[in-house]
């Protein structure tokens, strides 16, 4: 056999990285020990609130502040209504989390935390306009089937399942009038408003459903399309006209699963994200023997946090980012001002993943073109650098894990 090229083609290497880190998605064992001063504190307990002049009966009174700005926010857990438990829930959540009675031992390590923060960013790359079918495009500038399709479906009507061919070489419908009409409106639908336009829709759609209540989302920029001939006015329009977008996985549970998969043991002790406690409930009703119930905390970040339910006893008692009660000393610390008053602040920065996806928006529209071997590893490669860039960034402002902080965690 033949030495191996000098410059390999590109999508060899793609592939075989893809291949050593993971298909849609990977993890990588150096992530699993990150530590910096935002993510990793040393291992909090009640006595420690107590020796900084925490007062559960003062703070219950309190607000808890969003750390790194001067704004402070309402504990929406205080004069609430009685509280309510989805029926699959088992009862003995309404009690909340058992409480937090440890000690530090005299002379022992104190040991250390760590949180994970999660967002519902997605970022797809386009497939087969065929349902069912996640091949890559055969043209990624303009193409709408892959390779097995082409020949047969962009010579035939886009609506299905017509069948008839195309009335022009080049076109996507028959020659069926109302195929033609949806169509345009189809087109329509997606070329580019101007935004004198788009206000126009925007005031209409708001006069005619009327003026919403605040978190509602009344700035909405909606285009209805018209029924198809022989469809119901809700039915959907099954059509080629567009490939599809693979957005997988949708399940976040699947997901952390996957990225703690290999690494158990380095599951995060609180992991935050935007809709922890649905996730949360998901996990109690699917499995109750689940070990993320055992190993994990899961809170909802402090913005979204402010939003949610009161009454929902599952967010109230169990996912709240910063509790003012004393029952999670990990989540607050008590900072002094410049006035010498004390104020509770939270203890993470809930927000990592917000930066994160700021970030990737400037890659959203060219990993949308790519084939799903070069999505992946281009993926891998901005996940890479942005460890570096996010590494660079601790460095400089000196929130690196020392060694006197690993001694009084663990001991050595």
């Known amino acids: 056999?033949?030495?191996?090229?000098?410059?390999?083609?590109?999508?060899?290497?793609?592939?075989?990285?893809?291949?050593?880190?993971?298909?849609?998605?990977?993890?990588?064992?150096?992530?699993?020990?990150?530590?910096?001063?935002?993510?990793?504190?040393?291992?909090?307990?009640?006595?420690?609130?107590?020796?900084?002049?925490?007062?559960?009966?003062?703070?219950?009174?309190?607000?808890?502040?969003?750390?790194?700005?001067?704004?402070?926010?309402?504990?929406?857990?205080?004069?609430?209504?009685?509280?309510?438990?989805?029926?699959?829930?088992?009862?003995?959540?309404?009690?909340?989390?058992?409480?937090?009675?440890?000690?530090?031992?005299?002379?022992?390590?104190?040991?250390?935390?760590?949180?994970?923060?999660?967002?519902?960013?997605?970022?797809?790359?386009?497939?087969?306009?065929?349902?069912?079918?996640?091949?890559?495009?055969?043209?990624?500038?303009?193409?709408?089937?892959?390779?097995d399709h082409i020949v047969h479906y962009s010579s035939i009507c886009g609506i299905i399942p017509c069948g008839q061919p195309v009335h022009t070489p080049g076109a996507l419908t028959c020659d069926n009038p109302s195929h033609k009409s949806w169509y345009q409106a189809y087109s329509q639908r997606f070329k580019t408003p101007h935004l004198s336009g788009v206000q126009r829709v925007m005031r209409k759609q708001k006069d005619t459903n009327g003026n919403s209540s605040i978190g509602q989302r009344s700035h909405t920029f909606q285009v209805d399309l018209p029924p198809l001939e022989g469809n119901g006015p809700d039915e959907r329009v099954v059509h080629t006209f567009r490939a599809q977008t693979e957005r997988k996985p949708t399940q976040v549970l699947s997901i952390i699963d996957h990225i703690w998969e290999q690494y158990p043991s380095f599951r995060p002790g609180f992991l935050a994200y935007d809709d922890a406690c649905d996730l949360l409930r998901h996990i109690v009703t699917q499995d109750s023997q689940s070990p993320w119930l055992t190993s994990t905390k899961f809170i909802v970040d402090t913005w979204h946090y402010i939003g949610h339910r009161a009454t929902d006893v599952l967010c109230r008692?169990?996912?709240?980012?910063?509790?003012?009660?004393?029952?999670?000393?990990?989540?607050?610390?008590?900072?002094?001002?410049?006035?010498?008053?004390?104020?509770?602040?939270?203890?993470?920065?809930?927000?990592?993943?917000?930066q994160l996806n700021a970030w990737l928006n400037g890659y959203e529209a060219q990993l949308r073109q790519m084939t799903d071997v070069m999505f992946d590893f281009h993926c891998h490669v901005l996940m890479m650098l942005y460890t570096e860039i996010t590494t660079k960034r601790i460095e400089k402002k000196g929130k690196e894990l020392d060694d006197d902080f690993w001694e009084e965690a663990i001991g050595s």
């Open 1 to 147: 056999m033949g030495s191996p090229p000098g410059h390999p083609l590109s999508d060899t290497l793609a592939t075989h990285i893809r291949n050593l880190i993971g298909k849609d998605g990977g993890s990588i064992p150096s992530s699993m020990h990150h530590g910096c001063t935002d993510c990793t504190h040393l291992k909090r307990f009640p006595a420690d609130l107590v020796e900084e002049g925490f007062d559960t009966v003062r703070e219950s009174d309190s607000v808890v502040s969003l750390g790194d700005t001067n704004e402070v926010v309402a504990d929406s857990t205080l004069n609430t209504p009685n509280p309510t438990l989805n029926n699959a829930v088992p009862s003995s959540f309404l009690n909340g989390p058992p409480p937090n009675v440890d000690v530090l031992e005299p002379g022992g390590p104190r040991g250390y935390v760590r949180l994970a923060v999660m967002d519902g960013k997605s970022i797809g790359h386009r497939i087969c306009a065929i349902d069912e079918c996640t091949a890559p495009l055969v043209n990624f500038k303009n193409g709408r089937f892959c390779k």
């Open 317 to 354: 008692l169990w996912c709240n980012p910063a509790p003012t009660d004393g029952s999670q000393p990990d989540l607050v610390r008590i900072l002094e001002d410049g006035n010498g008053v004390k104020h509770t602040t939270r203890a993470f920065n809930l927000e990592t993943a917000e």
